[in-house]
């Protein structure tokens, strides 16, 4: 869970020391963890390529690849990159895995999907730059699958063979949905690990056995150093909104976890922008990495969403707020999300809309797990059309909403 009071200022300015304060109050996350010395050479065996190029893509000419490219804004950089999978069959999933696919009835795979899946499949370590909603948790999860069915058997108090770490609960759990859907198909388990949730049920799944592990760092941490769970088995990382934890001021507990897990292990490492802080993670975590880039490198705006910006000084935020709610919500389905910069401005917008009559609900990293699933759930069935919420819900909600930005006016 978030620090009290702990504002994207204070992120900003700690990330740059090296995360959130260390003191007697907030501890120091994994100092019980000692980085382990890999021996390669006793380590068991492992595979890590499977990708069969389909004879469709094999007779694809390099102007036909170039010209996909470029129609779909990919731009790729290191060696040996695969060519793209124009059509899902030319991935050569197993199928159990097509069996899962074929009943969504999409047309074709995504960007990041068409060039992801065969980067992933052959066990080569990349990074793949993408907006977020671009399909990457696929773009990695099905490659997951099938790396983990080409495993042995997980054995008793074996840890995951997969392990994706994400910033938030919400984007944990959204992963956690996906992983459980196109596995269930081959029998793999999958456990969400999260603060401010009972730890007891995430321990007696990780205790029976789980091949697939989505994790917050924060509470993975926990449970490594209370010997709850191990990382000896993990062959397949994945690092889902890089940029985000770094934000959030996770690095050194993301150095932590990376150091209990085997070098020669496939690293997967997904995110929206590329700084400089996200570029020198990929340096120390990935080796021979392939990097896929969907789009411009910099955070733009989507141009698929109509983007209005309103410059008007503090006092003028709260009438514009209420004229645009007053148009939005006029029409039955609508919903609208307001982002606020803290969890205090958050609580009393909330109130204020409430009295005023508006059906609104906040949400913040200091409400329980409980009370966020409750309030996201009441949103997206629309029994509580207007979310005001911190930057918890910034990414990866799965909603189709009209969102309205308040986090960064400029006054």
């Known amino acids: 869970a978030e620090m009290p009071g702990y504002s994207d200022r204070d992120r900003s300015r700690d990330r740059s020391r090296g995360g959130p304060p260390q003191g007697k109050k907030y501890g120091n996350p994994g100092e019980r963890l000692r980085k382990k010395h890999w ?237 400089k802080e996200v570029r020198q993670l990929a340096e120390d975590f990935l080796k021979d990495y392939v990097q896929i880039n969907v789009g411009a490198l910099q955070l733009s705006a989507n141009h698929n969403i109509l983007q209005i910006v309103d410059v008007c000084s503090d006092g003028e935020k709260e009438d514009k707020l209420l004229r645009l709610l007053e148009e939005i919500m006029s029409e039955k389905e609508n919903k609208t999300i307001i982002f606020v910069e803290t969890k205090r401005r958050c609580d009393d917008l909330t109130r204020r809309m409430r009295r005023d009559g508006w059906p609104a609900m906040g949400i913040h990293g200091d409400k329980s797990q409980q009370e966020r699933d409750w309030v996201l759930n009441e949103f997206k069935f629309g029994k509580a059309p207007i979310l005001i919420a911190t930057d918890v819900a910034s990414r990866g909600l799965g909603c189709n909403t009209y969102t309205s930005g308040l986090q960064k006016s400029v006054g």
């Open 39 to 275: 021996n390669l050479d006793e380590l068991p065996k492992f595979e890590k390529n499977f990708y069969k190029e389909h004879p469709d893509v094999a007779r694809r000419s390099l102007q036909e690849v170039e010209q996909y490219r470029r129609s779909k804004e990919i731009t790729v950089k290191g060696r040996d990159c695969p060519t793209p999978t124009i059509g899902f069959h030319e991935a050569s999933f197993p199928s159990y895995v097509m069996e899962v696919i074929n009943k969504q009835n999409w047309t074709e795979p995504t960007p990041i999907q068409a060039q992801g899946w065969p980067l992933a499949l052959s066990g080569k370590d990349m990074v793949g730059i993408a907006q977020t909603g671009s399909g990457k948790t696929l773009s990695y999860l099905l490659p997951a699958i099938v790396h983990i069915n080409h495993q042995p058997f997980l054995e008793r108090g074996d840890g995951p063979i997969c392990l994706v770490l994400a910033p938030t609960r919400e984007l944990a759990q959204q992963v956690q949905q996906v992983a459980a859907e196109y596995g269930r198909a081959s029998r793999l388990k999958s456990t969400c690990i999260y603060g401010g949730a009972p730890k007891g049920p995430q321990i007696r799944d990780l205790e029976r056995g789980v091949e697939i592990c989505i994790a917050t760092p924060g509470r993975l941490i926990d449970f490594l150093e209370a010997g709850k769970t191990n990382l000896r088995r993990c062959t397949y990382l994945v690092l889902d909104e890089a940029d985000r934890m770094l934000d959030m001021g996770f690095e050194p507990q993301i150095r932590k976890i990376v150091d209990q897990i085997r070098p020669d292990r496939q690293t997967l490492m997904w995110s929206a922008t590329w700084p």
